[in-house]
């Protein structure tokens, strides 16, 4: 059954360091989505693509944050520097199109000391 | 604000029982799409059912029934013959205009033995 694969599944890091995260979306999806969420909340969306066009960052704190998915296919979440508050699950998700189900990667829990 | 809301943060039910999980929300779209997902400890998000707002009869997925009345703008999951490893949060969403996902706050169920 085809899965959405993201790595490392767990990351410690040290405030201001840098961090980045993989995402690879089932084969042939061309929407792809990274949220973040705390816990105890439901997941907040950072970044959408189609392809490997940004159809919506508006939610992207783009001081620190940045994603790309060059190819159209598999993708990075980057943080930089890190901050205490960045500490959340980051999960990735993919859609055949927009008004498709997205289905979850198993997520990046990310802790910043 | 269009939002989700489940009333019930945590739920205890016994092995064996029926569960149902509410899910009301607020939109005056037209045409719209509702799921569920389960996220387990381990963190991943698991797209377990969904009802388009234009579909007659509620959606069904093995162990897993939606109860939808769209007068009422509710959606709530039933969970038939509950075992223990359905102990996980449960999440209710509903597709915006455009076909991004709001979340509810979701509802923590711990099935006992």
């Known amino acids: 059954e085809a899965e959405v694969a993201q790595s490392p599944r767990y990351k410690i890091t040290e405030k201001s360091q840098a961090v980045a995260f993989w995402c690879d979306p089932i084969s042939g999806h061309a929407t792809l989505y990274w949220y973040r969420q705390i816990l105890g909340q439901g997941p907040e969306l950072l970044v959408q693509f189609q392809d490997e066009s940004v159809v919506d960052d508006s939610q992207l704190p783009k001081d620190r944050f940045s994603a790309e998915r060059l190819k159209g296919v598999d993708s990075t979440l980057k943080i930089q520097p890190a901050e205490l508050g960045d500490s959340a699950m980051y999960l990735c998700?993919?859609?055949?199109?927009?008004?498709?189900?997205?289905?979850f990667g198993p997520g990046t829990r990310l802790t910043v000391l | 604000a269009q939002k989700i809301t489940q009333t019930q943060p945590g739920m205890f039910v016994q092995e064996k029982e029926a569960v149902t999980l509410d899910c009301t929300y607020d939109t005056s779209d037209q045409s719209y799409g509702l799921f569920w997902y389960k996220q387990p400890s381990s963190g991943e998000m698991i797209f377990l059912i969904y009802?388009?707002?234009?579909d007659e009869q509620n959606a069904t997925e093995g162990r897993y029934s939606l109860n939808f009345q769209k007068a009422r703008k509710s959606a709530n999951l039933v969970i038939s013959a509950s075992q223990l490893g359905d102990s996980a949060m449960y999440f209710c969403a509903r597709q915006d205009s455009n076909y991004q996902l709001i979340w509810g706050a979701g509802t923590k169920l711990i099935i006992k033995p």
């Open positions: 009802q388009g707002s234009y």
């Open positions: 998700a993919s859609s055949a199109k927009t008004e498709d189900t997205q289905y």
